[in-house]
C-alpha cells in the first residue's frame, strides 16, 4: 500500500470516531435545548396560571378540571408541592394516538387554600425537528469528511508529485551511463535534502563504477597476456627432447592448472561483468536455435562417455537477452549435465516456453542441496572444476528475473535442473 494510500487510511480511520461523536455531541446537545426552551415555557405557563388563580372572580372552591390543559385541582390539605418535570405519555385526542409529553408540577398557594397544577406540553413535534436536525448535522458531518478525505488526496498528490519524479528518475538510473544523472530540485526542503543525497550517491556510484570497470578490463587484458605464454612455453617445452616420463607428467600438469587458471580467471571476469552491468544491450536470443545448437557441439563428448543423449525443444523459444550470456547459461547447465552424468546412463534436456530443464543420473550431492550455486563450491572428486559454473547460471537467471530450481530423486539418483522463465 503507497504511502497516500495509507495516509488517508489512516485519516479515515481518525476522522470516523470524530464524526460519530460529534454527530452524537450535537445531537445531545439540541435535545437539550429545545428541552430547555420547553420546561422555560411550562415554567412562563406556570407562572401566568398562578396569576389568573390569584386575581380570579369566581372563587374555586372545588377540585374539578378547568381545562384539559392545564390541569388545576384543589387540594383538601397538605404540604405544598416544588416544582417537579417528568416525561410520560398521553393520549392525544386530536390525533388519536399516544404521543410524548412534557409535564410540569406544582402547588399554589392562594389565600387559603392549595392547588395542585399541572402543565403539560406535547413533544412529538419537538421531537421530529430535533430528529431532522440530528440528520441534518450527521449528514453534514459526513459529506464534511468526505470532502476533506478528496481535499487531502488532492493535497498530498500535488505535494508527493516531487517524490515520485524522484522514483521514475532512479528507475531509470543507469550506471554504465556516460555521465551520472542529476536529480532535480523541487522547491521542498525535504525533497530537496533527498535529491542532494541522490545526487551525491549517483557521483560517488559512477565513480566506483567507472573504477571497477577499469580494472576489470585491464585486469583481463593484463592477466590473458602472461597466461598464454606460459600455455605456449609448455608446449614447446613438450615438443623438446629428450624428456623424460616425469617430466612430461609434470608439464601436463603445469599445462592443466594453466589451463584451469585460465578458466577461473574468465569465470571471474565474466561474474564482475554481469554484477557491473556490463552486458546491458539487450536483443531477441532464439533458445531453440541455441540450444540445438549447443547440443551439437557437446553430442561427441556425449557419445564418447556412452551417454544416451534425448532432447524435446520446442521450436521459436525467444527470450529478451545479452546473446554472449544466454550462450553460457545454457552451456553451463549442458556442460554441468554432461560431466557429472555416469557414464553409459542417459541425460535429456527439454525447452519449452515456459522452462529449460536437463536432466542426468549421477550419485548425490557430497554437499548440503542449498549450496549448489555458490562461489567455488565443487566436488571433490573433480579438483579440475572451478566451481563457478552454477554461479554463473544463477547470476545470469537473477538477471533476466528467472528461477533456477534444482531437485534429485534418490530412487532414480536423478538430478534435475529446471531454469523457469519469466512471463
Known sequence: MSLLRKTLLYLMLAAIPVALGGVWFFGTLI?????????????????????????ARVPLNRGHHLLDNPYIALLPSGHP??????DTVEFDRREQEPVPVRRLTATAQIGDRMYLIVVRQAMGEFEEIAHLLSLGVMVAFVLLLILLTLLNGWISRRLWQPFYRLIDQLRTYRLNERTPDTFDRSGIDEFDQLSVALNDMSLTLHRQYVGQKEFTDHAAHEMQTPLAVVTTQLDRLLTTEPLTEEQVNLMEQAQQSVRRLVQLNKSLLLLTK????????????????????LHLNFAAYAQHRGLNWTTLIEPDVSRLMNPYLAEVLISNLLKNSLTHALPSTFAQLDLTNSQFTVTNVGPPLPFPAD????RFVKNPA???????????????????GMTVDYCYDERGRLHTFTLFFPN
Not at 435535545?31 to 386575581?55: C, G, K, M, P, W
Not at 408541592?81 to 417528568?86: D, K, L, N
Not at 549450496?371 to 555458490?374: H, R, S, T
Not at 573433480?382 to 533476466?400: H, N
Open 81 to 86: 408541592i416544588g416544582r417537579m418535570y417528568s
Open 31 to 55: 435535545n437539550r435545548v429545545i428541552r430547555y426552551e420547553v420546561d422555560e415555557q411550562l415554567s412562563s405557563d406556570l407562572a401566568f396560571i398562578q396569576h389568573q388563580l390569584q386575581t
Open 382 to 400: 573433480r579438483p579440475e572444476s572451478t566451481g563457478l559454473g552454477l554461479a554463473l547460471v544463477k547470476q545470469i537467471a537473477d538477471r533476466y
Open 274 to 293: 554481469i554484477e557491473n552491468n556490463q552486458f546491458a544491450d539487450q536483443q531477441r536470443v532464439n533458445l531453440s536455435e541455441l540450444v540445438n545448437r
Open 371 to 374: 549450496q549448489l550455486f555458490d
